[in-house]
């Protein structure tokens, strides 16, 4: 299989790189240049600039399957079809689980209503994302139809993350001790490992399959995500639980408890096309001496 990645030296993108070459691929990778330091050698770098339409790179070349890793907004997207026009066979589109309605239920499927599409805005922002990304689903079924696959992860961690939403939770638990948790240590998490994802999208392109694929991880808890890095640093924690309001409005991860039943998506079709599970570790002993809320501790 001949995959290109569209900005494939990143996160999540050099997992799927690594991914593919691990399963025969041959790799060729479109970025900016600026991040591919590590990436092995079999990988072909073309460089251009998505931001500038810069795709002099892509004029010749056919490919089995492109990953579009960084579209997001239309224009980017329907420039990069332009550019690639038939010479691929099957266009995967990374979206985000943040195409869907807000008030979609407990477990919703792919199947559930998504947002209004918004095919440009100055700035990506919490309501602009999400719909941007509609948009570039939309082209990108409207140009492919079969052969579109869309894939759309929840929060993803794992080798590589940068940012600091789970990496701040990671790094608390493992330190031990008290831990102010301002939300129910039982606001629920989806979690998705990085080499997850890559191992479903690698499979979706060799297995040639369309439509759309919910890559969430398993149900689990803000609290099991910080016992667990206590466990791995064989360390203790307690948690705390504090009023919101003594925490600034974008704590890592935490939502309003009304928003926590239309944050679980049904993760069952990905599961079925090759979405693995890697397992967290769990722990052996009790790890949480007690939760306790900031009125009632001592």
């Known amino acids: 299989m001949r995959m290109l990645a569209l900005g494939g030296n990143g996160f999540l993108g050099r997992a799927i790189v690594l991914d593919a070459l691990a399963h025969g691929a041959a790799v060729t990778s479109f970025s900016r240049g600026v991040s591919g330091e590590g990436l092995p050698g079999a990988v072909v770098q073309l460089v251009g600039d998505r931001s500038r339409a810069d795709y002099a790179a892509l004029a010749s070349g056919e490919w089995d399957v492109v990953v579009d890793l960084s579209g997001y907004q239309s224009r980017e997207v329907d420039e990069a079809m332009d550019a690639l026009g038939d010479r691929v066979g099957r266009y995967v589109f990374m979206s985000s689980h943040a195409v869907y309605a807000p ?4 477990g919703a499927t792919e199947d559930g209503a998504r947002r209004e ?62 831990v102010a948790v301002p939300t129910s240590p039982d606001q629920p998490l989806q979690l998705v490992d990085s ?27 803000l609290g ?75």
């Open 117 to 178: 599409p918004l095919r440009a805005a100055d700035v990506l922002t919490n309501e602009t994302y999400g719909r941007c990304k509609v948009a570039c689903e939309d082209d990108v079924l409207a140009r492919y139809g079969d052969r579109a696959t869309i894939v759309r992860p929840g929060r993803v961690t794992g080798p590589g993350e940068s940012s600091d939403t789970v990496l701040y939770w990671v790094r608390r638990g493992a330190r031990g001790g008290r």
């Open 224 to 298: 099991e995500l910080i016992t667990t890095a206590a466990t791995l640093t064989n360390t203790t924690v307690d948690l705390i639980q504090i009023p919101t309001t003594s925490v600034p409005p974008r704590f890592p991860l935490v939502e309003p408890p009304a928003l926590w039943p239309t944050r679980r998506r049904n993760p069952a079709k990905a599961r079925a096309a090759g979405l693995p599970v890697t397992p967290s570790p769990k722990p052996s002993k009790p790890s949480t001496p007690g939760t306790t809320t900031a009125a009632s501790h001592p």
């Open 103 to 106: 008030e979609l239920p407990t």
């Open 195 to 221: 080499r997850d994802v890559a191992r479903l999208v690698v499979q979706l392109a060799a297995d040639d399959r369309p439509g759309a694929y919910n890559a969430i991880g398993p149900d689990s808890t």
